[in-house]
């Protein structure tokens, strides 16, 4: 069984800076490309940003490029994401996911196990 557990997020100003982390247990963490995903109140879950199993290939979605920074490293079995400039648009739950093989991925239907989210809320 894989357990994913997201910390960091917070109530930040526009423009503010949040560090999130997604801690992994029960699989090979360094085999697996990750993402991360957001939900905000009344829309479906998005894509944000994924990361390949060995942090070569990184790809955004376009609204946060050059603000988001995903990385990993793969001895603390931690997956991170460095978010700067923050936007109101930016509120929302965030998820870690773990991803069926070591390739990075858009889609959903590619994570095959999700942490439990944490609130990120931007005040204007």
């Known amino acids: 069984q894989v357990q994913l557990v997201e910390s960091g997020g917070g109530l930040v100003q526009a423009g503010g800076s949040l560090r999130l982390s997604c801690g992994a247990s029960?699989?090979?963490?360094?085999?697996?490309?990750m993402g991360w995903f957001r939900q905000a109140p009344g829309k479906e879950r998005e894509f944000v940003a994924t990361?390949?199993?060995?942090?070569?290939?990184?790809v955004y979605e376009d609204s946060v490029k050059g603000r988001f920074t995903i990385s990993r490293d793969n001895a603390k079995n931690t997956l991170y994401l460095q978010m700067n400039s923050l936007k109101p648009d930016d509120t929302a739950v965030y998820y870690c996911?773990?991803?069926?093989?070591?390739?990075?991925?858009?889609?959903?239907?590619?994570?095959?196990?999700w942490g439990q989210g944490t609130q990120v809320t931007v005040s204007s």
């Open positions: 029960g699989r090979t963490f360094s085999s697996y490309g």
């Open positions: 996911a773990l991803g069926r093989n070591s390739g990075a991925f858009r889609l959903r239907s590619n994570y095959v196990y």
């Open positions: 990361i390949n199993y060995s942090g070569g290939i990184t």
